[in-house]
């Protein structure tokens, strides 16, 4: 059974959740989002492209990449404040797209362990306004994640099963 991506906006929050289950150890989920040689790979939308600018995925690290989608490029950025594996992942997110800088999101991305080799996502996104996180919500944001974490699922799946043929 394919595991949901679960999105929490409640109306009037300057945030949200995103919860999602792995049929993979959390060690081998936050590679998947610290690991730029994997990260490349799944997140966004399956109609975009993405190349990364900068990875320096550490404690007061930073990055930046785009999306590319018909010669149309979305820049995005930040910095991470902690980055403590297997347990938790804390940074900045910016989208260079709008009109003018300072429309921040702090995320916090947590890792949890569950039973059979499983794993928990919880991750949460402060916006610096209900405006902000709304306007998130409407630009497609849902889907990009969902088809990032459908990608990701394919990818551990099909390390599992290089793993079992060797």
């Given at each position: 059974m394919a595991n949901k991506t679960e999105i929490i906006a409640e109306p009037?929050?300057?945030?949200?959740?995103i919860i999602r289950e792995f049929e993979a150890p959390r060690e081998l989920i936050f590679k998947a989002h610290t690991d730029p040689e994997i990260y490349v790979k799944w997140v966004g939308p399956r109609d975009l492209t993405m190349t990364i600018e900068k990875w320096d995925c550490r404690d007061d690290g930073s990055y930046h990449f785009t999306h590319e989608r018909g010669g149309h490029k979305y820049a995005f950025f930040g910095v991470y404040h902690e980055v403590n594996s297997p347990d938790r992942i804390v940074g900045t997110f910016e989208f260079d797209g709008l009109p003018e800088r300072g429309h921040v999101i702090l995320g916090i991305t947590q890792f949890e362990d569950l039973p059979d080799g499983r794993s928990?996502?919880?991750?949460?996104?402060?916006f610096r306004s209900v405006a902000d996180r709304d306007g998130m919500i409407a630009s497609g944001m849902e889907r990009g994640v969902?088809?990032?974490?459908?990608?990701?699922?394919?990818?551990l799946a099909n390390s599992r099963s290089e793993a079992t043929a060797n």
């Open positions: 009037g929050k300057q945030e949200l959740y928990k996502l919880v991750h949460q996104s402060v969902n088809e990032g974490y459908e990608k990701l699922d394919e990818i």
